[in-house]
């Protein structure tokens, strides 16, 4: 499965983003379905995961704040991110896994087999 993100761009401290994830080839997602977002000089991390049925995980540091989700077709992966703080700086990604259930370690960039290239996200002060 290719992915291919978009939405990223500078926003002020405060502001709002909504980062998408399609499939070039329009595929359908039936997987467990991840955002994660990497700064730099640090690990990869998961922001938050969602299955099929809409069943979602998010990391703590952004509850609130994030809101992960699939279009009504299941075509499209949306990260709804609100109240952007400087640390949400770093590059994000969308990731899919090979099963329709997110494992118990959704958090892991190892349970995923399918990455997009990335897309930019900077908040200033």
């Known amino acids: 499965v290719?992915?291919?993100?978009?939405g990223g761009a500078s926003v002020e401290?405060?502001?709002?983003?909504?980062l998408s994830c399609r499939s070039p080839e329009r595929t359908t997602f039936k997987y467990c379905?991840?955002?994660?977002?990497q700064a730099p000089g640090m690990k990869r991390e998961g922001v938050a995961a969602i299955e099929p049925d809409g069943y979602t995980h998010?990391?703590?540091s952004v509850k609130g704040?994030?809101?992960i989700s699939l279009d009504g077709a299941k075509k499209t992966l949306l990260l709804q991110m609100n109240s952007l703080k400087p640390e949400d700086t770093a590059m994000y990604y969308c990731a899919a896994e090979g099963y329709d259930i997110c494992s118990g370690a959704w958090w892991h960039e190892s349970e995923y087999n399918?990455?997009?290239q990335g897309t930019q996200v900077t908040v200033f002060s």
Request: glycine share 12%; aromatic share 20%.
């Open 114 to 116: 399918y990455w997009g």
């Open 33 to 37: 379905m991840a955002w994660f977002r």
């Open 65 to 67: 704040r994030f809101t």
């Open 2 to 6: 290719e992915l291919v993100e978009s």
């Open 58 to 60: 998010v990391e703590d």
């Open 13 to 18: 401290s405060g502001g709002s983003l909504e």
